[in-house]
């Protein structure tokens, strides 16, 4: 009844249009259970794991700790033992189709040696490292794969991989948003503080900004992407690059500071990116408890120097061609100024800002 009241909690009172589908969907279909993917059996007694065993189907997996500055041995519970668990659960009574929501953290585990798309295989292994950011998290997505590629190609369980990048907020729901996450935590932080880059990347020989993408996808996209695929019923493996493809759009870190002052929140720029990272960090430092909480100051390593601007972009056809195929949604968005604004106001709906 605790987990029920929990998740009920997050879909009531903050919009009406959603607490409402949610209420008629749940009357019907949804049943909670109070379980940790880390533990033998998901933590569920015997008679209930039994029953799941037996009825269930398709398992959505998107249990995981995620955090960029632990440890792969940190994150090995939840992550790697607790998808061994989801593949046990898959396994008994009757193969059950796993999609699994893993990250583009995992591409630094990939063989790079014909380039980086949807099958390139993964490392037979990588020495462990906490020196790069996200390392810890990287590493434990990249050995849960390792797991559900030998469950396929060992008993034949279908699989689905979807490797998220940046998930966005939902384009309808007001505020719908994971404030945890690096995306608003920027926003509140570059708005609370005052203070911007000049360019968040590297600059070009004469000074000028370098054209730049960001890679992020709302939400409600991902989502309809893992309940859109509906035909993985042979046992295949199969790995979807959730990418914003649109990546000559114009719509980057830098385009988002333009959106925010359009939006009336006004902010210095600073030219020298050192400059801005040491000010910046300071004025988060100096934050009452409570708003640093809400910033970017535990996730700045991920901002000290300028962000590096991929060339090539990584293949992302079979996610390109599923989106395509959603009657839910009119293909993949832009992340533009009018869309930047519904963030705000989601901050606003949530009291991070005035």
Not at 21 to 37: F, I, P, Q, T, W
Not at 221 to 243: C, K, P, Q
Not at 285 to 300: C, D, H, N, V
Request: with cysteine.
């Amino acid at each position: 009844q605790t987990a029920r009241a929990r998740l009920d909690d997050m879909f009531i009172g903050q919009d009406p249009a959603l607490e409402s589908r949610y209420k008629a969907l749940a009357e019907s279909h949804l049943e909670v259970l109070a379980g940790d993917a880390a533990e033998e059996r998901l933590g569920l007694s015997e008679e209930t794991y039994n029953r799941l065993a037996s009825e269930v189907d398709r398992i959505s997996h998107v249990a995981a700790l995620v955090n960029h500055r632990l440890s792969y041995q940190n994150l090995f519970g939840p992550n790697v033992a607790g998808t061994a668990e989801i593949i046990r659960l898959a396994l008994t009574t009757r193969k059950k189709t796993i999609d699994f929501v893993s990250t583009q953290a995992v591409y630094r585990y990939l063989d790079p040696s014909d380039g980086i798309h949807e099958d390139s295989p993964l490392k037979k292994s990588t020495q462990l490292s906490d020196d790069a950011y996200a390392a810890g998290y990287g590493a434990s997505k990249w050995a849960a794969e390792v797991l559900l590629q030998r469950a396929n190609q060992q008993f034949g369980l279908g699989i689905n991989t979807f490797r998220g990048n940046m998930m966005l907020p939902h384009q309808k729901y007001s505020g719908e948003m994971n404030v945890s996450d690096m995306f608003t935590r920027l926003l509140y932080s570059l708005i609370e503080t005052g203070l911007a880059p000049y360019s968040f990347y590297p600059l070009q020989e004469d000074g000028s900004k370098t054209p730049a993408h960001y890679d992020g996808t709302p939400v409600d996209i991902v989502a309809a992407a893992v309940a859109g695929v509906t035909d993985n019923l042979s046992g295949e493996y199969r790995t979807y690059n959730i990418h914003n493809y649109h990546a000559d759009d114009g719509c980057s870190l830098d385009a988002f500071v333009d959106w925010i002052e359009s939006a009336g929140y006004p902010l210095t720029r600073l030219d020298d990116h050192q400059a801005w990272y040491d000010r910046f960090n300071d004025k988060l430092t100096s934050l009452p408890e409570e708003k640093k909480q809400k910033s970017a100051r535990e996730i700045m390593g991920a901002y000290s120097r300028p962000l590096h601007v991929r060339g090539d972009p990584v293949s992302c056809d079979r996610f390109r061609d599923l989106v395509s195929k959603l009657t839910s949604c009119r293909g993949l968005p832009h992340v533009d100024e009018a869309y930047i604004h519904k963030c705000l106001q989601d901050l606003v709906a949530l009291g991070y800002i005035d």
